[in-house]
């Protein structure tokens, strides 16, 4: 995808100093050129194929592996390791177990976009569907469990919030903070509500209820 990528920029800006000399010239209507364009067309049209299928399949298989290491995010709990919580920067071995599958796709995403050169908004594009995935299954999951089981405990969701505290981090450190930021937003919001205590919920949602309530009412004009 990588040599495709650059394969395509380079004939596309070939294409563009032809055209730009043949108006210069008044050769814009010359048969073998209409020809040759024509078959820049058909060829810049097949390399940009390759790269879309290419990169759909990519993403898909990464997805996949995401797709079973993600729920560890909604079910581990950071402060069982018996030590002090890593912070940005930190290696991927000295994450908590459950967070090392997941940064472990990512870290290894990282590595082979960076292996094989891969051109900057490819690399954001790529790591833009991984994070827009896990943010969406991390959601839907959330959502799930909370139907009909216990699920929304205020000991629960610090250690969701912690969770992804690490991971955001980790990513901050490789790189990745201002993409991930941007895709995780929704399922922050909702684990911030989370830890939100059911008492200090009550009490925001009753306090307008109460002084409604309390006011005297005014007979109309």
């Known amino acids: ?55 759909q399949q990519s993403v898909y298989y990464l997805t996949k592996t995401l797709y079973s290491t993600l729920p560890a995010l909604l ?16 290696e991927l071995g000295a994450m908590p177990p459950g967070l090392r599958p997941t940064l472990g796709v990512f870290q290894a995403a990282l590595e082979l976009t960076s292996q094989c050169e891969l051109h900057p908004d490819l690399v954001s594009q790529t790591f833009g ?9 991390l959601l839907n999951s959330l959502m799930e469990r909370g139907q009909g089981r216990p699920f929304y405990q205020w000991s ?5 919030r912690t969770n992804l505290d690490l991971v955001l981090d980790w990513l901050q450190g490789a790189g990745l903070g201002d993409i991930a930021t941007e895709f995780f937003r929704k399922l922050s919001i909702a684990v911030n509500l989370l830890c939100v205590p059911r008492t200090s919920l009550l009490k925001v949602i009753l306090e307008p209820l109460t002084s409604n309530s309390s006011t005297p009412l005014t007979s109309p004009p």
């Open 156 to 160: 629960r969701a610090v250690q969701i």
């Open 1 to 55: 995808m990588a040599n495709t990528t650059e394969l395509l920029s380079f004939v596309q800006e070939k294409v563009l100093e032809m055209e730009k000399e043949a108006d210069q010239e008044g050769l814009s209507s010359d048969p073998q050129l209409c020809n040759d364009l024509e078959l820049c067309d058909e060829a810049m049209a097949l390399l940009d194929e390759v790269i879309m299928c290419t990169f």
């Open 75 to 90: 079910d581990s709990n950071p402060f069982t390791a018996g030590a002090d919580l890593p912070g940005p920067g930190a």
């Open 129 to 137: 569907y991984l994070f827009f995935f896990s943010n969406a299954s």
